[in-house]
Protein backbone atom coordinates (compact mmCIF):
# COMPACT_ATOMS: atom_id res chain seq x y z
CA UNK A 1 0.00 0.00 0.00
CA UNK A 2 2.79 2.70 0.79
CA UNK A 3 4.42 1.70 -2.53
CA UNK A 4 1.55 2.01 -4.36
CA UNK A 5 1.05 5.53 -2.64
CA UNK A 6 4.49 6.31 -3.24
CA UNK A 7 4.61 5.44 -6.67
CA UNK A 8 1.34 7.49 -7.70
CA UNK A 9 3.27 10.61 -5.67
CA UNK A 10 6.37 10.29 -7.56
CA UNK A 11 4.52 9.78 -10.98
CA UNK A 12 2.27 13.27 -9.97
CA UNK A 13 5.43 14.71 -9.51
CA UNK A 14 7.11 13.64 -12.56
CA UNK A 15 3.50 14.49 -14.52
CA UNK A 16 3.79 18.61 -13.32
CA UNK A 17 7.44 18.35 -14.17
CA UNK A 18 7.00 16.86 -17.63
CA UNK A 19 4.27 19.35 -17.96
CA UNK A 20 5.98 22.49 -17.19
CA UNK A 21 9.09 21.95 -18.67
CA UNK A 22 7.38 21.14 -21.90
CA UNK A 23 4.75 23.80 -22.07
CA UNK A 24 7.49 26.52 -21.60
CA UNK A 25 9.46 25.23 -24.31
CA UNK A 26 6.83 24.70 -27.17
CA UNK A 27 4.64 27.79 -26.26
CA UNK A 28 6.05 30.65 -27.77
CA UNK A 29 3.32 33.88 -27.15
CA UNK A 30 -0.03 33.72 -29.51
CA UNK A 31 0.42 30.09 -29.49
CA UNK A 32 -0.09 27.84 -27.15
CA UNK A 33 0.43 23.92 -26.38
CA UNK A 34 -2.97 21.32 -26.62
CA UNK A 35 -2.69 20.45 -23.10
CA UNK A 36 -5.67 19.37 -21.73
CA UNK A 37 -5.31 19.03 -17.76
CA UNK A 38 -7.49 16.43 -17.43
CA UNK A 39 -5.76 14.27 -19.87
CA UNK A 40 -2.59 12.95 -18.04
CA UNK A 41 0.60 11.26 -18.94
CA UNK A 42 -0.94 8.44 -21.30
CA UNK A 43 -2.03 10.94 -23.84
CA UNK A 44 1.19 12.95 -23.74
CA UNK A 45 3.28 10.26 -24.24
CA UNK A 46 1.08 8.64 -27.32
CA UNK A 47 2.09 11.56 -29.55
CA UNK A 48 5.78 9.39 -29.77
CA UNK A 49 3.74 6.18 -31.33
CA UNK A 50 1.72 7.27 -33.92
CA UNK A 51 2.87 9.77 -36.68
CA UNK A 52 0.96 11.70 -39.15
CA UNK A 53 1.74 11.04 -42.71
CA UNK A 54 -0.46 13.21 -44.86
CA UNK A 55 -3.00 16.07 -44.21
CA UNK A 56 -5.22 16.49 -47.13
CA UNK A 57 -7.97 19.66 -47.01
CA UNK A 58 -11.29 18.40 -48.78
CA UNK A 59 -12.10 20.19 -52.20
CA UNK A 60 -15.13 22.34 -50.68
CA UNK A 61 -12.31 23.52 -48.37
CA UNK A 62 -14.96 22.72 -45.47
CA UNK A 63 -12.49 19.44 -44.07
CA UNK A 64 -9.70 17.54 -43.55
CA UNK A 65 -8.44 14.26 -43.30
CA UNK A 66 -5.84 13.31 -41.50
CA UNK A 67 -3.92 9.78 -42.15
CA UNK A 68 -1.39 8.53 -39.62
CA UNK A 69 1.11 6.00 -40.55
CA UNK A 70 -0.51 2.97 -38.86
CA UNK A 71 -3.13 3.27 -41.63
CA UNK A 72 -5.56 5.20 -39.16
CA UNK A 73 -7.78 7.91 -41.01
CA UNK A 74 -9.95 10.55 -39.95
CA UNK A 75 -11.89 13.82 -41.55
CA UNK A 76 -12.15 16.73 -39.18
CA UNK A 77 -14.71 19.32 -40.06
CA UNK A 78 -12.86 22.90 -40.26
CA UNK A 79 -15.27 24.55 -37.91
CA UNK A 80 -15.24 22.16 -35.03
CA UNK A 81 -11.42 22.74 -35.07
CA UNK A 82 -11.76 26.36 -34.82
CA UNK A 83 -14.26 25.68 -32.06
CA UNK A 84 -11.69 23.89 -30.60
CA UNK A 85 -8.99 25.89 -31.02
CA UNK A 86 -6.57 25.97 -27.89
CA UNK A 87 -4.59 29.21 -28.32
CA UNK A 88 -4.52 31.52 -25.18
CA UNK A 89 -7.66 33.47 -25.78
CA UNK A 90 -9.57 30.71 -26.58
CA UNK A 91 -8.98 28.22 -24.53
CA UNK A 92 -7.74 28.21 -20.85
CA UNK A 93 -5.39 25.30 -20.44
CA UNK A 94 -4.32 25.11 -16.92
CA UNK A 95 -8.72 24.57 -15.89
CA UNK A 96 -9.46 22.25 -19.15
CA UNK A 97 -12.03 24.93 -19.82
CA UNK A 98 -13.28 27.58 -23.00
CA UNK A 99 -13.28 31.36 -23.11
CA UNK A 100 -14.44 30.99 -27.13
CA UNK A 101 -17.87 31.85 -26.96
CA UNK A 102 -20.18 29.93 -29.75
CA UNK A 103 -21.47 33.36 -30.80
CA UNK A 104 -17.85 34.49 -31.96
CA UNK A 105 -17.87 31.57 -34.09
CA UNK A 106 -17.45 33.01 -37.79
CA UNK A 107 -19.22 30.03 -39.54
CA UNK A 108 -17.18 31.12 -42.86
CA UNK A 109 -13.64 31.13 -41.69
CA UNK A 110 -11.28 29.39 -43.09
CA UNK A 111 -8.38 27.06 -41.06
CA UNK A 112 -5.18 25.24 -41.93
CA UNK A 113 -3.46 22.35 -40.67
CA UNK A 114 -0.23 21.69 -41.15
CA UNK A 115 2.79 19.00 -39.67
CA UNK A 116 5.14 21.20 -37.37
CA UNK A 117 7.46 18.63 -35.50
CA UNK A 118 6.89 15.05 -34.77
CA UNK A 119 4.09 14.81 -33.04
CA UNK A 120 3.03 18.59 -33.19
CA UNK A 121 0.57 19.73 -35.93
CA UNK A 122 0.40 23.93 -36.66
CA UNK A 123 -3.31 24.77 -36.46
CA UNK A 124 -3.65 28.12 -38.20
CA UNK A 125 -6.71 30.17 -38.52
CA UNK A 126 -7.85 33.28 -39.81
CA UNK A 127 -8.32 35.99 -37.32
CA UNK A 128 -5.19 35.65 -36.16
CA UNK A 129 -5.04 32.26 -34.08
CA UNK A 130 -2.83 29.70 -33.87
CA UNK A 131 -2.09 26.83 -32.00
CA UNK A 132 -0.24 23.82 -31.82
CA UNK A 133 -2.16 20.43 -31.29
CA UNK A 134 -0.70 17.38 -30.22
CA UNK A 135 -1.16 15.14 -33.15
CA UNK A 136 -1.89 12.66 -30.33
CA UNK A 137 -5.32 14.90 -29.09
CA UNK A 138 -6.32 14.51 -32.45
CA UNK A 139 -5.90 10.93 -32.74
CA UNK A 140 -8.00 10.11 -29.63
CA UNK A 141 -10.80 12.37 -31.10
CA UNK A 142 -13.20 10.55 -33.52
CA UNK A 143 -16.08 13.53 -34.98
CA UNK A 144 -19.05 11.72 -34.42
CA UNK A 145 -18.28 10.29 -30.83
CA UNK A 146 -18.44 11.49 -27.63
CA UNK A 147 -15.64 10.33 -25.34
CA UNK A 148 -17.02 9.14 -21.52
CA UNK A 149 -13.70 8.35 -20.52
CA UNK A 150 -12.88 4.79 -19.93
CA UNK A 151 -15.27 1.93 -20.90
CA UNK A 152 -15.17 -1.70 -19.22
CA UNK A 153 -16.86 -4.49 -21.04
CA UNK A 154 -20.12 -5.93 -19.04
CA UNK A 155 -20.10 -9.32 -18.52
CA UNK A 156 -23.22 -11.09 -18.13
CA UNK A 157 -23.15 -13.56 -14.79
CA UNK A 158 -25.90 -16.27 -13.59
CA UNK A 159 -25.97 -17.99 -10.44
CA UNK A 160 -22.57 -19.42 -10.40
CA UNK A 161 -21.06 -15.78 -9.91
CA UNK A 162 -19.56 -16.46 -6.86
CA UNK A 163 -17.51 -18.99 -8.19
CA UNK A 164 -15.02 -16.40 -9.91
CA UNK A 165 -16.41 -13.04 -8.61
CA UNK A 166 -13.16 -11.21 -6.70
CA UNK A 167 -13.72 -10.37 -3.27
CA UNK A 168 -11.89 -7.44 -1.71
CA UNK A 169 -10.27 -6.67 1.92
CA UNK A 170 -12.21 -3.47 3.59
CA UNK A 171 -8.91 -2.29 4.63
CA UNK A 172 -7.21 -2.80 1.57
CA UNK A 173 -10.54 -0.60 -0.46
CA UNK A 174 -9.96 1.95 2.04
CA UNK A 175 -5.89 2.31 1.98
CA UNK A 176 -5.04 1.39 -1.77
CA UNK A 177 -6.04 3.20 -4.68
CA UNK A 178 -5.67 0.37 -6.69
CA UNK A 179 -7.51 -1.94 -5.14
CA UNK A 180 -10.07 0.63 -4.76
CA UNK A 181 -10.14 0.60 -8.41
CA UNK A 182 -10.40 -2.72 -9.03
CA UNK A 183 -13.00 -3.25 -6.68
CA UNK A 184 -15.20 -0.17 -8.55
CA UNK A 185 -14.18 -2.13 -11.77
CA UNK A 186 -16.06 -4.97 -10.35
CA UNK A 187 -19.06 -2.82 -10.31
CA UNK A 188 -18.90 -1.97 -14.09
CA UNK A 189 -18.09 -5.23 -15.67
CA UNK A 190 -20.28 -7.54 -13.02
CA UNK A 191 -22.77 -5.07 -11.66
CA UNK A 192 -22.05 -6.35 -8.32
CA UNK A 193 -18.46 -6.21 -5.35
CA UNK A 194 -17.59 -8.35 -2.61
CA UNK A 195 -15.97 -6.50 -0.14
CA UNK A 196 -14.83 -8.79 3.15
CA UNK A 197 -13.99 -7.94 6.91
CA UNK A 198 -15.75 -4.87 7.27
CA UNK A 199 -15.93 -3.70 10.92
CA UNK A 200 -19.20 -3.71 12.65
CA UNK A 201 -19.43 -0.96 14.62
CA UNK A 202 -21.81 1.79 13.22
CA UNK A 203 -22.43 3.93 10.11
CA UNK A 204 -18.81 4.62 9.67
CA UNK A 205 -17.93 1.68 7.85
CA UNK A 206 -20.07 2.75 5.35
CA UNK A 207 -19.40 6.39 5.49
CA UNK A 208 -15.71 5.87 4.65
CA UNK A 209 -16.48 3.59 2.45
CA UNK A 210 -18.03 6.26 0.07
CA UNK A 211 -15.84 8.73 0.94
CA UNK A 212 -13.17 6.53 -1.21
CA UNK A 213 -15.76 7.90 -4.18
CA UNK A 214 -17.31 10.82 -3.21
CA UNK A 215 -20.36 11.64 -1.33
CA UNK A 216 -23.24 9.75 0.20
CA UNK A 217 -26.78 10.21 -1.67
CA UNK A 218 -29.10 11.29 0.56
CA UNK A 219 -32.81 9.93 0.58
CA UNK A 220 -35.85 9.88 2.66
CA UNK A 221 -34.24 6.86 4.08
CA UNK A 222 -31.38 9.12 5.60
CA UNK A 223 -27.71 8.72 5.30
CA UNK A 224 -26.56 5.30 6.02
CA UNK A 225 -29.78 3.62 6.86
CA UNK A 226 -30.42 0.72 8.65
CA UNK A 227 -32.68 -2.02 7.31
CA UNK A 228 -33.87 -3.66 9.95
CA UNK A 229 -37.39 -4.70 11.70
CA UNK A 230 -39.68 -1.26 12.57
CA UNK A 231 -43.37 -1.34 13.47
CA UNK A 232 -45.93 0.32 11.56
CA UNK A 233 -43.48 1.04 8.81
CA UNK A 234 -43.99 2.24 5.36
CA UNK A 235 -41.66 -0.40 3.57
CA UNK A 236 -41.96 -4.13 4.11
CA UNK A 237 -37.94 -3.63 3.85
CA UNK A 238 -38.47 -3.18 7.39
CA UNK A 239 -39.86 -6.41 8.22
CA UNK A 240 -38.83 -9.56 8.73
CA UNK A 241 -40.71 -10.95 5.88
CA UNK A 242 -39.16 -12.30 2.32
CA UNK A 243 -38.28 -8.99 0.29
CA UNK A 244 -38.98 -9.84 -3.44
CA UNK A 245 -36.05 -9.09 -6.07
CA UNK A 246 -36.45 -5.16 -6.71
CA UNK A 247 -34.40 -2.24 -7.34
CA UNK A 248 -34.17 0.73 -5.49
CA UNK A 249 -36.41 3.70 -6.04
CA UNK A 250 -38.29 2.97 -8.47
CA UNK A 251 -40.02 5.88 -8.44
CA UNK A 252 -37.26 8.47 -8.50
CA UNK A 253 -36.30 10.57 -11.40
CA UNK A 254 -33.06 10.14 -9.93
CA UNK A 255 -32.59 6.98 -9.20
CA UNK A 256 -29.55 6.16 -6.52
CA UNK A 257 -27.46 4.85 -8.66
CA UNK A 258 -25.12 2.56 -6.38
CA UNK A 259 -26.12 0.96 -3.27
CA UNK A 260 -23.76 -0.24 -0.64
CA UNK A 261 -24.93 -3.19 1.97
CA UNK A 262 -22.74 -3.61 4.85
CA UNK A 263 -24.03 -6.84 7.30
CA UNK A 264 -23.70 -5.83 10.59
CA UNK A 265 -25.34 -8.86 12.25
CA UNK A 266 -27.42 -11.85 10.70
CA UNK A 267 -30.56 -13.28 11.70
CA UNK A 268 -30.24 -16.55 13.85
CA UNK A 269 -31.94 -18.08 10.87
CA UNK A 270 -33.15 -17.12 7.00
CA UNK A 271 -32.57 -13.88 5.86
CA UNK A 272 -30.35 -15.01 2.90
CA UNK A 273 -29.64 -12.00 0.24
CA UNK A 274 -30.39 -12.24 -3.61
CA UNK A 275 -29.03 -10.75 -6.35
CA UNK A 276 -29.96 -11.01 -10.38
CA UNK A 277 -28.44 -9.49 -13.12
CA UNK A 278 -31.30 -7.70 -14.86
CA UNK A 279 -29.13 -7.11 -17.96
CA UNK A 280 -28.65 -10.72 -18.25
CA UNK A 281 -32.49 -11.00 -17.93
CA UNK A 282 -33.51 -8.56 -20.50
CA UNK A 283 -30.84 -9.95 -22.79
CA UNK A 284 -32.00 -13.74 -22.56
CA UNK A 285 -35.96 -12.46 -22.84
CA UNK A 286 -35.14 -10.48 -26.30
CA UNK A 287 -33.75 -14.03 -27.55
CA UNK A 288 -35.98 -16.32 -25.96
CA UNK A 289 -39.47 -14.60 -26.18
CA UNK A 290 -39.25 -11.12 -28.21
CA UNK A 291 -42.79 -10.14 -27.87
CA UNK A 292 -42.18 -10.05 -23.99
CA UNK A 293 -39.15 -8.16 -24.66
CA UNK A 294 -40.47 -5.36 -26.78
CA UNK A 295 -43.92 -5.18 -24.51
CA UNK A 296 -41.28 -4.43 -21.04
CA UNK A 297 -39.05 -1.80 -23.22
CA UNK A 298 -42.51 0.13 -24.22
CA UNK A 299 -45.01 -0.17 -20.96
CA UNK A 300 -44.31 2.34 -18.56
CA UNK A 301 -45.84 1.38 -15.29
CA UNK A 302 -46.34 3.85 -11.91
CA UNK A 303 -44.19 3.39 -8.66
CA UNK A 304 -44.26 5.24 -5.23
CA UNK A 305 -43.59 5.02 -2.21
CA UNK A 306 -45.88 7.14 1.10
CA UNK A 307 -44.19 7.44 4.60
CA UNK A 308 -42.35 9.12 6.79
CA UNK A 309 -38.55 8.79 8.17
CA UNK A 310 -36.00 10.84 9.40
CA UNK A 311 -39.01 13.41 10.41
CA UNK A 312 -39.89 13.85 7.37
CA UNK A 313 -43.44 12.78 5.49
CA UNK A 314 -42.66 11.63 1.89
CA UNK A 315 -44.88 11.11 -1.01
CA UNK A 316 -42.79 9.66 -3.63
CA UNK A 317 -43.94 8.55 -7.26
CA UNK A 318 -42.81 7.96 -10.65
CA UNK A 319 -42.84 5.65 -13.85
CA UNK A 320 -40.38 3.65 -15.48
CA UNK A 321 -40.17 1.39 -18.31
CA UNK A 322 -38.95 -2.29 -16.61
CA UNK A 323 -36.33 -2.47 -19.18
CA UNK A 324 -34.84 1.04 -20.43
CA UNK A 325 -33.24 0.92 -23.48
CA UNK A 326 -30.19 3.72 -24.39
CA UNK A 327 -29.56 5.52 -27.34
CA UNK A 328 -27.99 2.47 -28.88
CA UNK A 329 -30.63 0.20 -27.92
CA UNK A 330 -28.65 -1.51 -25.32
CA UNK A 331 -30.20 -2.78 -22.44
CA UNK A 332 -29.17 0.47 -19.86
CA UNK A 333 -31.68 0.59 -17.33
CA UNK A 334 -34.12 -2.13 -15.18
CA UNK A 335 -36.57 -0.60 -12.90
CA UNK A 336 -38.59 -3.24 -11.12
CA UNK A 337 -40.56 -3.40 -7.58
CA UNK A 338 -43.39 -5.44 -6.68
CA UNK A 339 -43.99 -3.64 -3.52
CA UNK A 340 -43.37 -0.12 -4.70
CA UNK A 341 -46.15 -0.96 -7.85
CA UNK A 342 -49.09 1.34 -8.35
CA UNK A 343 -51.92 1.63 -10.57
CA UNK A 344 -50.70 3.15 -13.39
CA UNK A 345 -49.56 1.56 -16.73
CA UNK A 346 -49.29 3.84 -20.20
CA UNK A 347 -47.91 3.37 -23.43
CA UNK A 348 -49.87 0.18 -23.80
CA UNK A 349 -52.66 -0.08 -25.71
CA UNK A 350 -56.07 -1.94 -24.17
CA UNK A 351 -56.17 -4.64 -26.19
CA UNK A 352 -52.72 -5.39 -25.29
CA UNK A 353 -53.17 -5.07 -21.45
CA UNK A 354 -53.37 -8.75 -21.09
CA UNK A 355 -50.23 -9.67 -22.83
CA UNK A 356 -48.43 -6.68 -21.09
CA UNK A 357 -49.27 -7.97 -17.48
CA UNK A 358 -48.01 -11.97 -19.00
CA UNK A 359 -44.99 -10.39 -20.13
CA UNK A 360 -44.14 -8.70 -16.72
CA UNK A 361 -45.37 -12.07 -14.85
CA UNK A 362 -42.64 -13.85 -16.76
CA UNK A 363 -39.82 -10.84 -15.72
CA UNK A 364 -40.85 -11.67 -12.36
CA UNK A 365 -40.85 -15.13 -13.04
CA UNK A 366 -37.01 -15.77 -14.77
CA UNK A 367 -35.70 -13.95 -11.97
CA UNK A 368 -36.29 -16.37 -9.73
CA UNK A 369 -34.69 -19.38 -12.11
CA UNK A 370 -32.22 -21.22 -10.06
CA UNK A 371 -29.63 -20.59 -13.20
CA UNK A 372 -30.02 -16.77 -12.67
CA UNK A 373 -30.31 -16.04 -9.23
CA UNK A 374 -27.13 -15.84 -7.11
CA UNK A 375 -28.41 -16.62 -3.23
CA UNK A 376 -25.83 -15.47 -0.33
CA UNK A 377 -26.00 -14.47 3.20
CA UNK A 378 -24.45 -11.11 3.91
CA UNK A 379 -22.31 -12.21 6.84
CA UNK A 380 -21.36 -9.97 9.91
CA UNK A 381 -18.26 -7.86 8.35
CA UNK A 382 -18.96 -7.86 4.63
CA UNK A 383 -20.32 -5.36 2.13
CA UNK A 384 -22.55 -5.76 -1.13
CA UNK A 385 -22.60 -3.05 -3.40
CA UNK A 386 -24.80 -3.35 -6.20
CA UNK A 387 -25.55 -1.03 -9.62
CA UNK A 388 -29.00 -0.53 -9.10
CA UNK A 389 -29.54 0.50 -12.46
CA UNK A 390 -28.46 -3.18 -13.54
CA UNK A 391 -28.80 -6.21 -10.51
CA UNK A 392 -32.06 -6.82 -8.87
CA UNK A 393 -31.59 -7.51 -5.03
CA UNK A 394 -34.07 -8.85 -2.26
CA UNK A 395 -33.75 -10.97 0.58
CA UNK A 396 -35.63 -14.29 1.98
CA UNK A 397 -37.53 -13.99 5.12
CA UNK A 398 -36.11 -14.67 8.76
CA UNK A 399 -36.68 -14.88 12.05
CA UNK A 400 -35.13 -13.58 15.06
CA UNK A 401 -35.19 -14.70 18.35
CA UNK A 402 -35.51 -11.56 20.35
CA UNK A 403 -32.15 -11.22 21.96
CA UNK A 404 -30.57 -10.94 18.32
CA UNK A 405 -31.62 -8.47 15.86
CA UNK A 406 -30.85 -8.82 12.44
CA UNK A 407 -29.02 -4.94 11.25
CA UNK A 408 -27.91 -4.72 7.79
CA UNK A 409 -27.45 -0.86 6.75
CA UNK A 410 -27.14 0.69 3.36
CA UNK A 411 -26.09 3.68 1.52
CA UNK A 412 -26.33 5.31 -2.11
CA UNK A 413 -24.50 7.07 -4.12
CA UNK A 414 -24.91 8.21 -8.00
CA UNK A 415 -23.31 7.17 -10.98
CA UNK A 416 -21.75 11.14 -11.90
CA UNK A 417 -19.62 10.35 -8.64
CA UNK A 418 -18.52 6.78 -9.07
CA UNK A 419 -17.99 7.32 -12.72
CA UNK A 420 -15.70 10.93 -11.72
CA UNK A 421 -14.06 8.64 -9.53
CA UNK A 422 -13.37 6.18 -11.78
CA UNK A 423 -11.69 8.15 -14.55
CA UNK A 424 -9.26 9.48 -11.99
CA UNK A 425 -8.32 6.36 -11.00
CA UNK A 426 -8.76 4.79 -14.97
CA UNK A 427 -5.53 7.61 -15.55
CA UNK A 428 -3.78 5.66 -12.98
CA UNK A 429 -3.98 1.96 -12.88
CA UNK A 430 -5.89 1.20 -16.29
CA UNK A 431 -3.93 -1.52 -18.46
CA UNK A 432 -4.83 -0.38 -21.30
CA UNK A 433 -3.06 3.14 -21.14
CA UNK A 434 0.34 1.43 -19.71
C1 LIG B 1 -34.03 -2.61 0.92
C2 LIG B 1 -33.41 -3.92 0.76
C3 LIG B 1 -32.28 -5.82 1.66
C4 LIG B 1 -32.22 -6.65 2.89
O1 LIG B 1 -34.15 -2.20 2.08
O2 LIG B 1 -34.38 -2.00 -0.09
O3 LIG B 1 -33.29 -4.34 -0.35
O4 LIG B 1 -31.48 -7.63 2.86
N1 LIG B 1 -32.99 -4.62 1.83
O5 LIG B 1 -32.89 -6.34 3.86
ZN1 LIG C 1 -7.94 30.68 -30.72
ZN1 LIG D 1 -33.72 -2.68 -1.81
Known sequence: MITSYALSASRNIFFKLFKQAYCKEAAPPKQSMLYDASLPFFNQRKQFSQQVTEI??????????????????????????????????????????????????????????????????????????????????????????????????TKLWGADLL???????????????????????????????????????????????????????????????????KKDTYFPGYT?????????????????????????????????????????????????????HRLLCTGVMSFGLVGFDCGRHFDNRGQSKIINLDKDGQVGKISFSQHARKDGIAKIPMEQVRSFYKAVQKFASVIYAPDNLLKFMIE?????????????????KFQTDGSKERALHGAYFDHDEFESRLRILSKQFSKKHN
Open 163 to 229: SYLPKFKYEDVLTDDEILYRWMQSVKIHGIALINDAPTHDDEELRNLTERIGHIRQTFYGVVFGVKS
Open 380 to 396: EGDMVTVDNDRVLHGRE
Open 56 to 153: KSSDDGHSVTVLWDDGHKMKYPYIWLRDNCRCASCYDSPVATRKFLINDLDLDAKFKLSEQNAGELMFYGTEGHQTIIQSSWLRDKTFGTIDMGPVFD
Open 240 to 292: SAELPLHTDYTFGANTPGIINFHGLKRAPSGGKSMFVDGFKIANDLKASDPDA
